[in-house]
């Protein structure tokens, strides 16, 4: 696993948000980044989670956190843009985005995929995360060393039997990734690269695998340090990178 001690002030005055915060890597992103002096702002479809993750951040880091209901599956374009306008009222920049709200949907051939999965989870895997990087991309150009950061999938980089949806969203946020990486280069601060997190300890790894032991599997806080080391200076160089936390190595200063 990959070894990474920051500062614990290493996120410091900056402002990130994060979508599927209710649990697992997003629930474990929240708290990492607000124990390292991010204020972080958590969407999930889920209130009863997020104020749970809330309670949690307040009693060690007061004033660190904001949470934010919203089902992406039946959020519109005005309901993101809403958001953005008032994240401008509070902040006068976003410094980070971590897209990892997603929906696993049915194992099924293409053949028999159930039209209804297909389109929630393109909605809340593809759909929401456009609309809201769309949103949000006047914020965080006004950044002076803005991430943003996409999760992704092995099966959205070699196509897997079975796994329809899913698998096919993740080869689109792939493609977004890119997309963007190369538009907003040379015109803003923001880094955009894709983070495949690998087998984890979470509830959706336990749908995918119900047979797997779950110990066999990290838990969500053992791979935080490549979390915080892509939200760190020393990362400034990775952009439009399509990354692994398995095998992830540090920049090699040149």
């Not at 070894?3 to 900056?14: F, G």
């Not at 796994?163 to 923001?190: D, H, N, R």
């Not at 838990?219 to 892509?230: D, F, G, R, S």
């Not at 160089?237 to 040149?254: E, I, N, Y």
């Amino acid at each position: 696993m990959f070894n990474y001690s920051p500062e614990p002030d290493l996120l410091d005055s900056k402002t990130i948000l994060i979508t599927g915060a209710g649990d697992g890597i997003g629930r474990a992103c929240a708290k990492s980044f607000a124990s390292h002096g991010a204020t972080v702002i958590l969407l999930s479809r889920s209130q009863q989670k997020l104020e749970q993750v809330y309670d949690e951040i307040e009693a060690e880091h007061p004033g660190r956190t904001i949470i934010h209901p919203l089902d992406f599956r039946t959020a519109s374009a005005a309901d993101f843009q809403l958001l953005a306008q008032s994240l401008d009222e509070q902040f006068p920049c976003l410094d980070g985005l971590i897209h990892n709200a997603a929906l696993l949907g049915a194992r099924s051939p293409i053949e028999f995929y159930p039209e209804k999965d297909w389109n929630d989870l393109m909605q809340v895997n593809v759909t929401a995360a456009f609309l809201l990087t769309k949103a949000l991309i006047p914020a965080l150009s006004r950044s002076e060393d803005a991430r943003l950061l996409f999760t992704s999938s092995s099966v959205g980089r070699t196509g897997r039997a079975y796994w329809g949806a899913y698998a096919v969203s993740k080869f689109a946020v792939e493609g977004m990734m890119q997309t963007l990486a190369e538009e907003v280069a040379k015109t803003t601060a923001i880094r955009v690269n894709s983070l495949n997190p690998g087998g984890t300890r979470t509830a959706m790894r336990r749908d995918a695998y119900p047979a797997e032991d779950p110990a066999s599997q990290p838990a969500p806080e053992e791979i935080m340090p490549v979390y915080l080391y892509l939200f760190s200076p020393a990362a400034w160089s990775l952009h439009g990178q399509a990354l692994d936390v398995r095998g992830f190595q540090s920049v090699v200063p040149t």
